[in-house]
């Protein structure tokens, strides 16, 4: 009995979990992040949404693109940021920084997602 019970004990945890960070992430002021978005990352991608003139990066697709892929998630921005990438610099963040940095990207996504 214990061994059917347990790994549903691990999901039920880890679902938690995610939803407690996702809900970290809503509740964070995106604009720290904006500003390290516009530091670091300005240089390839349109990092505030509508912001004129031609891409920095073509193949480096805008902020809010990112943010409105089905995929992205705040677990899926942060194994991304610390995943090396051909055509990315390996940017090094610290903890504070993801935090402001995801939680400027979810800022980007429509309400609903």
């Known amino acids: 009995m214990v061994r059917r019970i347990f790994p549903l004990l691990i999901a ?20 720290p992040g904006r500003r390290i ?37 705040e677990l899926s921005l942060r194994v991304f940021l610390r995943t090396s990438h051909a055509g990315m610099p390996n940017l090094q963040f610290s903890e504070s920084e993801m935090d402001d940095l995801v939680a400027y990207l979810m800022s980007l996504s429509p309400p609903d997602k």
């Open 37 to 73: 978005a516009e530091r670091d990352c300005a240089a390839c991608h349109e990092v505030r949404p509508g912001e004129t003139g031609p891409s920095p990066r073509p193949s480096a697709p805008p902020f809010q693109l990112v943010a409105r892929m089905p995929s992205t998630t």
């Open 12 to 31: 039920m945890a880890c679902a938690q979990a995610a939803l407690a960070q996702q809900a970290s992430a809503q509740q964070r002021d995106p604009a």
